[in-house]
């Protein structure tokens, strides 16, 4: 199965829109951490379709995938630390909502 | 072998940070529970040494390693610029009354880590070094933002600061991606100067087919770079985190953070289209975001300055006062000239001294009376004088006054402003200042105009002599600039 790149760009671009909308309407932290997340996997499948792209049957151009592989990891530890924090905001306010954070001016 | 070891002596000052950082957590650990202090001793002699490695290095030809790091006079400059700032953290962590030293080693390991990102990010033309840079920055500074996570401010600070920095990170990298997949390259260099014939196609192919895309991915890109300097639109976090983060915290955000947000815009867009052999497609692009910036930098000082005259906390008063100055910086970056650029640098030099000395006196301050409001300010020049009068001239020097550095930081920018024909902006940027005056003065207002409290303040002989020196060292290069002019134009990127 091939898919063209065109379809994997399309589909990230969805993605990353379903992320920014999460981003702004969700209130519950961990749901904005999960559509971070999504964001970073648009940039992701970007990545991996512009490799595709750029790459000939000689020429390989991975410099795309490998960057996915980076952004993987760099998304893991953003994971681990807004969790972390997370759970740091919980025991102080038994909650896990936007609102609860406190809106400043 | 050798062409393994040879290029890690260009990584020299930036292994040894690591070595330090680890050196840090494990000094903690086996001095646990005695003497908190000697970890910062051995943080202070580290950076020192780091210091001289890079003194040394300023005036050599650039060099590459690995291709991808850079090293130069410009990233050496901003490299200084941030050891040195973080010198002065380390002695306001050593000096900082609310901090309990529990977990000290973590303290200094977090803020090393984040000068090893801060170092990655400055000397590099390549968009994978960069992120990952900027990456371990963030993530060093969301966890030192909620270092006192038992307080309700930390814990919210670093919750805001965690949930806005994955936002721009996720926003930049999408940028990256598109730009990457609309040029075939992540090397800032190849991308601008690719005709876009041959791959990698580069950005002038793009161009002449059609600048949208193009327009969509820069923007993307730049809202990363407007996050690390907090500005308009991606402001958000700073009042809140400034004010919740511990202050010595504070400061390193303020300064060293910001710096390495600047640094890494100016070599961005220096690398794209200010380069020697930039298309000239390219080229013509690059005056258009050179508007954009024109604008940000408008909106975002006037919203600094206006969102600051209402604040009635010191740290949120110079939070929104360090997002006014990031508009000011930005007309240096907006005229997109090598001229413009340096005025940017040179005030980031001037930005240095006043705000280390600003932050200063509010951890004094904050140490010797628990609380941070511009009210419980009244009468405290009469306590303390040499601290209030220090910090005056910052205040002066923020404002833009002479005989301060501040003056001839600001000076330049509108200079250089004006030569670039943007004259709404410095209009602009000069009524801003004539309002920064307002609230300001306001504080000097505080400090000495009103009645003398009762009570008396702890003596802090070695902090006193710190910002003693950032204060006096503040009138005198607002007196004789030359020294840093010169030293920012050997340093200039273009």
């Known amino acids: 199965m091939n898919i063209p790149p065109q379809q994997l760009l399309i589909l990230a671009g969805i993605l990353f829109a379903i992320g920014v909308g999460g981003f702004v309407i969700r209130r519950n932290l961990i749901v904005v951490l999960m559509s971070i997340e999504l964001m970073l996997n648009a940039a992701n499948l970007t990545f991996i379709a512009a490799s ?21 990891c760099v998304a893991a530890v953003e994971a681990a630390v807004g969790l972390a924090l997370v759970i740091a905001f919980f025991r102080r306010h038994q909650s896990i909502s936007l609102d609860s954070l406190g809106a400043g001016e | 072998m050798d062409a393994y070891i040879e290029p890690l002596k260009a990584l020299a000052p930036e292994l040894l940070l690591t070595a330090a950082a680890l050196g840090a957590l494990v000094l903690d650990l086996l001095m646990r529970g005695r003497d908190s202090r000697f970890v910062g001793y051995f943080t202070l ?18 060099t590459a390693a690995f291709g991808m790091v850079v090293v130069d006079n410009f990233g050496t400059f901003f490299k200084l610029f941030t050891v040195a700032s973080l010198a002065v953290v380390t002695i306001f962590v050593l000096s900082d009354r609310n901090e309990s030293h529990h977990h000290i080693g973590e303290y200094y390991f977090l803020l090393l880590g984040a000068a090893i990102g801060i170092f990655f990010m400055v000397s590099t ?5 960069l992120m990952l840079g900027l990456e371990l920055l963030s993530l060093a500074s969301y966890a030192l933002a909620g270092f006192h996570k038992g307080e309700r401010k930390s814990a919210e600070a670093a919750m805001k600061y965690v949930v806005f920095g994955g936002l721009s990170a996720g926003v930049m990298l999408y940028g990256i991606s598109l730009l990457y997949g609309l040029t075939g390259t992540l090397d800032l260099v190849e991308m601008a100067k690719s005709t876009g014939e041959a791959m990698p196609a580069g950005l002038a192919g793009q161009l002449t087919t059609s600048a949208v895309p193009v327009a969509l991915a820069m923007v993307l890109v730049l809202a990363g770079f407007a996050y690390k300097m907090s500005v308009v639109p ?19 955000l303020a300064v060293a953070s910001k710096a390495a947000g600047v640094a890494a815009l100016l070599r961005f867009l220096g690398a794209l289209f200010l380069g020697p052999d930039v298309q000239s497609v390219v080229a013509e692009y690059g005056a258009s975001v050179g508007q954009l910036l024109a604008i940000l930098a408008a909106v975002t000082m006037t919203l600094g300055n206006l969102s600051a ?11 929104y006062s360090s997002i006014a100055h990031a508009g000011y910086i930005l007309i240096g970056v907006a005229t997109m000239t090598g001229a413009g650029f340096e005025a940017a640098m040179f005030y980031m030099a001037a ?24 009210e419980a300010l009244k009468g405290y020049g009469f306590k303390a004088p040499l601290i209030s009068i220090a910090m005056v001239t910052f205040l002066v020097s923020l404002t833009g006054l002479p005989p301060t550095i501040g003056f001839y930081g600001k000076y330049l920018l509108f200079k250089e402003g004006l030569d670039a024909g943007m004259y709404w902006l410095v209009g602009v940027a000069a009524l801003n200042s004539v309002v920064s005056l307002f609230y300001y003065f306001r504080i000097a207002k505080m400090l000495f105009l009103k009645e003398p409290a009762s009570g008396s303040v702890p003596r802090q002989p070695l902090f006193a002599g710190l910002l003693a020196v950032l204060c006096v060292l503040t009138i005198y290069f607002g007196l004789l ?14």
Request: proline residues 4%; glycine residues 6%.
């Open chain 1, 52 to 72: 595709r792209m750029h790459s000939t049957s000689e020429v390989q151009n991975l410099d795309g995938a490998v960057f996915a592989i980076f952004v993987i």
């Open chain 2, 45 to 62: 002699v580290s950076l020192a040494i780091v210091a001289i490695i890079l003194m040394n290095r300023i005036g050599d030809e650039p």
């Open chain 2, 125 to 129: 033309n390549h968009l994978l070094l």
């Open chain 2, 234 to 252: 991606f402001h958000f976090w700073t009042p809140d985190v400034y004010e919740g983060a511990p202050t010595p915290v504070t400061t390193f």
């Open chain 2, 309 to 319: 005259m209402r604040q009635t906390s010191l740290k949120r008063l110079l939070a």
């Open chain 2, 351 to 374: 930005y240095y001294f006043m705000n280390l000395g600003a932050f200063g006196f509010v951890l004094y301050f904050e140490g010797t009376l628990g609380s941070d409001s511009i």
């Open chain 2, 481 to 494: 600039p030359d020294a840093i002019q010169e030293f920012v134009r050997n340093c200039l990127l273009i």
